[in-house]
């Protein structure tokens, strides 16, 4: 069952993005790092010129692109599935969709008892 479940999925706006985005700079990747301002932000970049840390947590791809996590936002994260939506505002600045007047966005839900079960994620006690 937990092959069905993903990490990372998207809405169709930003399936629309995406390749746009890929038609202009080629392969595309996500990152999401968790710093300060746009690194909480997700953030697409061309993939030849972002590297990827020997740490970071490749959750899945969402239209064709890689997206990746740091190891502390995927602890942080682990237990929810990450939407990525694109809604109207200023991109990240070195994200590839700043300019156009949108930005992504990650959304969540959290995974049921059943698929926290399938992708071997323990909870602690409330």
């Not at 069905?4 to 990152?31: C, K, M, N, W």
């Not at 932000?41 to 791809?61: A, K, N």
Request: glycine share 12%; aromatic share 8%.
């Amino acid at each position: 069952m937990n092959g069905d479940i993903l990490r990372v999925t998207a809405t169709p706006a930003a399936l629309d993005l995406i390749p746009t985005l890929q038609s202009e700079y080629g392969p595309v990747l996500f990152h999401q790092s968790g710093g300060c301002c746009d690194g909480s932000s997700p953030m697409c970049y061309p993939q030849g010129d972002y590297i990827v840390g020997d740490e970071d947590v490749l959750l899945g791809t969402i239209g064709g692109a890689p997206f990746h996590m740091s190891p502390s936002q995927y602890e942080y994260w682990k237990h929810t599935q990450l939407i990525i939506d694109v809604v109207p505002g200023k991109g990240g600045m070195f994200s590839l969709e700043n300019g156009r007047g949108v930005r992504f966005l990650t959304r969540s839900r959290l995974f049921t008892d059943e698929e926290a079960a399938a992708l071997n994620l323990t909870r602690s006690p409330v």
